[in-house]
Nanobody, 124 residues
Framework: QVQLVESGGGSVQAGGSLRLSCAAS???????MGWFRQAPGKEREFVAA????????QYAESVQGRFTISMNNAQNTFYLQMNSLKPEDTAVYYC??????????????????WGQGTQVTVSS
């Protein structure tokens, strides 16, 4: 079992930055890590992910070049650095992990472990 806890959400103006953190209850050395978001009335959508071998990183087209996924050296916390935020980035952001996942990183149903979510609000 893996428990994930997000932090770092908040309210910012358009063009601002936030860094979300996802702290795990154990090392994620063998786990793919992902970030998803869900806006009111919409389905949960993929944001960014890295496979368990750390050889492939994938971003949604809408955040490419603005968001960066990373992990600390202990591999028990991963991050989503969000720059140049836009109002359409407003959503609840969730981190997720899945053991030994190599491909199909953008599909929420493929992740076994989820955090509780953190709200990000971007005003214009």
């Amino acid at each position: 079992q893996v428990q994930l806890v997000e932090s770092g959400g908040g309210s910012v103006q358009a063009g601002g930055s936030l860094r979300l953190s996802c702290a795990a209850s154990r090392t994620l050395e063998n786990y793919a890590m992902g970030w998803f978001r869900q806006a009111p009335g919409k389905e949960r959508e993929f944001v960014a992910a890295r496979n368990w071998r750390r050889e492939m990183t994938q971003y949604a087209e809408s955040v490419q070049g603005r968001f960066t996924i990373s992990m600390n050296n202990a591999q028990n916390t991963f991050y989503l650095q969000m720059n140049s935020l836009k109002p359409e980035d407003t959503a609840v952001y969730y981190c997720a992990a899945d053991r030994f996942r190599t491909t199909a990183l953008a599909i929420p149903d493929h992740y076994a472990y989820w955090g509780q979510g953190t709200q990000v609000t971007v005003s214009s």
